[in-house]
């Protein structure tokens, strides 16, 4: 059984910064794509960032770059997502996932296992 807890979320004012973790467990973690996702209230679930197995190879939604960094301890079998510059509409739940493939894929229905989120409310 693999299990994805997120935590780190909270109340930030705009410009402020957050860092989430995901931490893993029941499974090779450092074989796997790692991706974070996010939902905005009355929205769908959107990809924000994701990670190849050897932390090198990184992707970006174009909403995020050059704000967020997504990152990886292999040894910890955590990911983590730093977030700066955050405004208003970055608030969502957050999610981090796995995908056992070895290219780092912006489509949900490639990841297999999910955590159970975590809310990030930004307010200005």
């Known amino acids: 059984q693999v299990q994805l807890v997120e935590s780190g979320g909270g109340l930030v004012q705009a410009g402020g910064s957050l860092r989430l973790s995901c931490a893993a467990s029941?499974?090779?973690?450092?074989?796997?794509?790692m991706g974070w996702f996010r939902q905005a209230p009355g929205k769908e679930r959107v990809f924000v960032a994701g990670?190849?197995?050897?932390?090198?190879?990184?992707r970006y939604a174009d909403s995020v770059k050059g704000r967020f960094t997504i990152s990886r301890d292999n040894a910890k079998s955590t990911v983590y997502l730093q977030m700066n510059s955050l405004k208003p509409e970055d608030t969502a739940v957050y999610y981090c996932?796995?995908?056992?493939?070895?290219?780092?894929?912006?489509?949900?229905?490639?990841?297999?296992?999910w955590g159970q989120g975590t809310q990030v409310t930004v307010v200005s």
């Open positions: 029941g499974r090779t973690f450092s074989t796997y794509v």
């Open positions: 996932a796995s995908d056992p493939k070895r290219y780092i894929s912006s489509s949900q229905t490639n990841y297999d296992y």
């Open positions: 990670i190849n197995w050897g932390g090198d190879n990184t």
